[in-house]
């Protein structure tokens, strides 16, 4: 009977992993629209910068993501070993702040 429970939290573990340390909880995520209007209002960095920051690999989205201590730039990547990482950068300074 303790199988079943101990085999679910080790998938979790698996497709969930923690975040780093000091990584900003991301709240709620930003429309397209939202995104565009803090964009152009100079709010936050354009995505380019971001995407720079996260460094290497094929970008395969950016979103602009509210957390508790403000906005952030969540850039998923494929990597060169095929592997999927999720990069956080600060929206307003343009530095990455961690990584899921």
Do not use: F, N, W
Request: glycine letters at 8%.
């Amino acid at each position: 009977m303790l199988i079943i429970p101990i085999l679910a939290m080790s998938t979790l573990s698996v497709v969930m992993p923690a975040a780093e340390p000091g990584v900003p909880k991301i709240e709620a995520c930003l429309s397209d629209r939202e995104m565009r209007e803090e964009i152009e209002s100079h709010h936050v960095v354009q995505p380019i910068v971001a995407l720079r920051a996260a460094g290497t690999g094929e970008k395969i989205r950016e979103k602009l993501c509210k957390t508790d201590t403000g906005l952030v730039y969540l850039i998923t990547a494929l990597g060169h070993d095929g592997h999927v990482s999720r990069v956080i950068i600060d929206a307003v300074s343009g530095v990455r702040v961690g990584a899921r």
